[in-house]
């Protein structure tokens, strides 16, 4: 068998997509099985309490969520175990105001063109826990996961390893618990790392095989918001590790991932839309490209009307900008620095497979100009590759300086 998914590659993809799709949609399927009343309590309280958090005690900046993190408590609390399929497919929210104790006559909307995978792991969570405890579980595998990464990067270099700590710290990404609906992406990208280091000391041949699946998990996990970090991340640390061993990647080699990972992650996007046409009929059709579109091109701007400002107000989002007194000093010195050092002194041929890595979320921006305009104040945090660049460069120039004065 394993010789013939060697000589017919094609046939690896195909598998891993219908695995990846069938127990993907058959977990979330299951989920829905799980009846009403045995989450019934913890959901009620959790959509009282995200209610007084976002609209009496509103969050930070950095800890901002979208619309979506009541969507998903609405879709718990309006499924319907006794028609599981149809409760699938419909995804329905609240079209009216939440009431526990009318939850039978309530007012649906569909939300069919979304498929969040996070709705069955909060729905499993919710047997055992609230709002609240979602958070703690959420915050304790993103630091766990994070601390595994930080010591599997010292073993590898210990300037990405300090890139990655302060980019982090600079995209306030332990806020990221907050947003519950938007976490499964850090996740993913985070167990992608753990396993692209593992792969590449393994000399494994199957790199373009590990995007396409991370791609189908980002896909059925969330719908749009960092997702770009499954691959920009991974492909980061990859590419560093090839540079460094002096192994040939050249920027189409980087290229093709990003085009697997992309065909991927639609794929599953699409994978959705045709089990939700073969549900409503083919004129759903026109209500999903109408959707798609907006996604792409929306005349109605929230902030930015071009990528120069989005841009800025990402940048400004920093950690240094919202916390430090002399924040701006400091960024604009490191900016200048690594501007100096890029241009000069970095080998800019043998580094370009690692500078296209750290412009995948320039690319991602440029594509869904219009979700990440509108989710901009979470979004930023997909720039974390490009931060952990502009670190990087710094830091071994840094070193650079250390080491010749020592050895003068």
């Known amino acids: 068998m394993k010789k013939f998914l060697d000589k017919y590659w094609i046939f690896k993809y195909i598998l891993a997509y219908v695995l990846t799709m069938g127990g993907c949609f058959l977990f979330l399927f299951l989920c ?35 619309i979506a993190e009541i969507s998903m408590l609405e879709m718990n609390y309006l499924s319907d175990s006794k028609h599981p399929y149809k409760s699938l497919v419909e995804n329905n929210v609240l079209k009216g105001s939440f009431n526990p104790e009318k939850r039978d006559k309530a007012k649906k909307e569909e939300y069919a063109r979304y498929w969040y995978g996070m709705q069955g792991y909060e729905r499993i969570l919710f047997l055992f826990t609230n709002y609240k405890g979602v958070r703690v579980v959420n915050a304790i595998i ?90 920009s991340l991974p492909l980061f640390i990859y590419c560093y590790l090839n540079i460094r061993d002096n192994k040939k990647i050249g920027l189409m080699t980087c ?55 989005l841009l800025g107000g990402m940048f400004s989002m920093l950690f240094p900008f919202c916390t430090f007194k002399y924040g701006y000093v400091v960024t604009i010195l490191i900016l200048v620095f690594f501007v100096f050092n890029f241009v000069i002194y970095l080998d800019k041929k043998k580094y370009l497979p690692l500078i296209f890595a750290a412009c995948v979320p320039l690319i991602r921006f440029g594509l869904f100009f219009s979700h990440a305009e509108q989710l901009y104040r979470f979004t930023f945090r997909a720039l974390l590759p490009l931060i952990m660049f502009i670190l990087f460069v710094c830091i071994k120039q840094i070193e650079n300086i250390v080491v010749n004065k020592k050895e003068k």
Request: glycine share 4%.
């Open 32 to 66: 829905e099985l799980i009846p009403y009343k045995w989450v019934e309590k913890n959901v009620v309280d959790s959509i009282h309490y995200h209610n007084e958090e976002f609209f009496k005690h509103r969050p930070k900046v950095y800890e901002t969520y979208d």
């Open 142 to 231: 993103l630091l766990v996961l994070s601390i595994i990464l930080i010591i599997k990067l010292y073993k590898e270099s210990k300037a990405v390893m300090l890139s990655f700590i302060l980019g982090i710290i600079m995209c306030s990404f332990f806020f990221v618990y907050k947003s519950v609906s938007f976490t499964s992406i850090p996740i993913i990208a985070l167990i992608g790392s753990i396993i692209i280091i593992n792969m590449y000391h393994k000399k494994s041949k199957n790199i373009g095989l590990f995007f396409f699946t991370i791609a189908l998990f980002a896909g059925f996990f969330d719908a749009i918001t960092v997702e770009s970090l499954t691959l």
């Open 255 to 309: 290229v093709k991932y990003f085009c697997i990972w992309f065909l991927a992650f639609m794929i599953m996007m699409a994978s959705k839309w045709v089990l939700t046409v073969g549900y409503y009929g083919t004129d759903y059709i026109e209500y999903l490209k109408y959707r798609s579109s907006m996604r792409l091109a929306n005349e109605n701007h929230y902030n930015y009307d071009n990528m120069f400002t």
